[in-house]
């Protein structure tokens, strides 16, 4: 199958120009000012962006989580992703306790396999890390499982000590794997939590008021200094405040290999979306939770000057009506996490690109090439080159969008951004050649999605 991208503006990281494009099979085989060659398909890019296709490296599909599971799994997800525009995600698969990390992953594959529509990956969260099993770590790198994330949160569910954590950093950075951190001290915000809850303060909002941002600043400094002192890199995950980001930025001042995501709900939604009336707050209980307002600028202040690298989602979706409602009478029983996966694409490029915050090679870094080749996949993902797959999109940067559950395609009943309108919409979407989304409408098939063996970490920049 040959197909041939005319009169588009290619963009990546680095480049900007006006070109055709040459896919063959799974390929880009071409890049030349005009191909005059026999194709299958011929898409007229006239007048929109061909992008690399996003790679958000946070969801959460089919993971059974607060007594519930997140309510999209692996085919409504990817497609989902798809509809957006986002051609690789990686998720996390879960090693409970006294499970091989082998075991776990096995779990995870199955879930994935034959649904997807786009390609994933597999990051692996320890919770059990005895000494016997931390260099089962390094054989799961040799499949391409090269990143792990390990939680400061959650005690009694996901939370590892310091000593764990400083021996997998330790372990994995021999190999070039990566450590993934959820930074946040759990241990204090548990006493906040149930000081809360034992006094009757049990509402929605008071998730956010037990969750202070030094809680999630210590953590990120005792991630770094740990990192440190392994010798290894380190990634925060799911960073949300400006007391945060202040950690990663002294440290990155200092030389220290550290490096950040940061999510769209931390961009563009603020704490007062916990003052909704009745139990609407629920629909935002995540972990972080959302911060106020005057963070979002020192947020986008970290993405312009690269001390954050990524945007990612954390997608993990729960249905407002019986799976948020969960937490009726206690925030601390609301499933943490909500949707995102569809609309990063655009809710970045509408609040960064055409609010003139980041160039439109910047933003293609932050959504697709920064994560590429944190996670092992460059060049072959998150760029546009001859020999990478051809995870493509094209996207029309003039159009406008309103952000709806009823239109989604997340299988979740309600959205964080209800009613938004955003400029800046994935028309078609290729997926190593093949389209999986031609003018908004899904003609991809689950199960082509592909399991993604990745490489090493490497630095961004
Ligand atoms: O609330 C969230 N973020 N749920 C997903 C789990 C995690 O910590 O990423
Ligand atoms: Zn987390
Ligand atoms: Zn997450």
């Not at 085989?29 to 490296?57: E, S, Y």
């Amino acid at each position: 199958m040959r197909t041939i991208i005319r009169n588009g503006r290619i963009v990546t990281a680095v480049d900007d120009y006006n070109a055709d494009l040459l896919i063959d099979g799974e390929q880009v085989v071409m890049i030349a000012r005009k191909i005059d060659v026999q194709a299958d398909k011929v898409i007229d890019a006239k007048g929109r962006l061909v992008i690399p296709g996003g790679i958000d490296p946070h969801t959460h599909l089919d993971l059974p989580f607060g007594g519930t599971s997140s309510s999209d799994n692996f085919e409504t997800g990817t497609k989902a992703a798809a509809h957006g525009g986002t051609t690789t995600i990686i998720d996390f698969a879960v090693q409970y306790k006294g499970q091989a990390l082998n075991e776990a992953l096995d779990v995870w594959f199955k879930k994935a396999e034959g649904r997807t529509s786009v390609d994933y990956g597999f990051h692996l969260i320890c919770t059990d890390l005895p000494d016997q099993r931390l260099n089962e770590m390094k054989g799961l790198i040799d499949q391409g499982v090269s990143s792990f994330k390990l939680f400061m949160a959650y005690p009694g569910v996901f939370l590892v000590d310091d000593g764990t954590i400083y021996k997998a950093m330790t372990v994995a950075t021999e190999k070039g794997g990566l450590i993934c951190m959820h930074a946040e001290n759990g241990v204090v915000i548990d006493i906040i939590v149930k000081k809360a809850i034992a006094e009757g303060r049990t509402a929605p909002k008071y998730h956010a008021l037990t969750r202070p941002t030094k809680a999630e600043a210590e953590g990120v400094h005792r991630a770094i200094a740990l990192a440190e002192i392994a010798g290894a890199p380190v990634y925060i995950v799911h960073l949300s405040c400006d007391d945060s980001l202040q950690e990663v930025t002294r440290a990155r001042d200092m030389g220290v290999p550290v490096y950040a995501e940061t999510c769209p709900q931390y961009l563009f939604l603020d704490y007062s979306v916990y003052e909704k009336p009745g139990f609407e707050g629920a629909k935002y209980v995540m972990t972080p939770p959302i911060r106020e307002k005057w963070n979002q600028e020192k947020l986008w202040r970290g993405l312009q000057s690269n001390d954050l690298q990524v945007v990612s989602t954390d997608h993990c979706p729960f249905c407002f009506k019986e799976q948020k409602e969960l937490g009726k009478d206690d925030f601390s029983k609301i499933p943490n996490g909500g949707p995102g996966v569809e609309h990063r694409m655009s809710l970045v490029y509408n609040g960064g690109v055409a609010s003139g915050k980041i160039s439109l090679n910047r933003f293609v870094e932050i959504t697709s090439t920064s994560a590429a080749r944190i996670f092992g996949l460059f060049p072959k993902k998150g760029t546009i080159a001859v020999g990478s797959d051809a995870d493509i999109v094209i996207f029309d940067p003039n159009e406008e969008m309103t952000i709806s559950a009823k239109t989604h395609h997340m299988n979740v009943d309600y959205s964080c951004y209800e009613g938004m309108s955003v400029r800046g919409v994935t028309k078609s979407v290729l997926s190593r050649g093949s389209l999986v989304i031609e003018d908004g409408k899904y003609i991809g098939k689950p199960g082509y999605g592909r399991f993604l063996k990745r490489g090493l970490f490497n630095s961004p920049r």
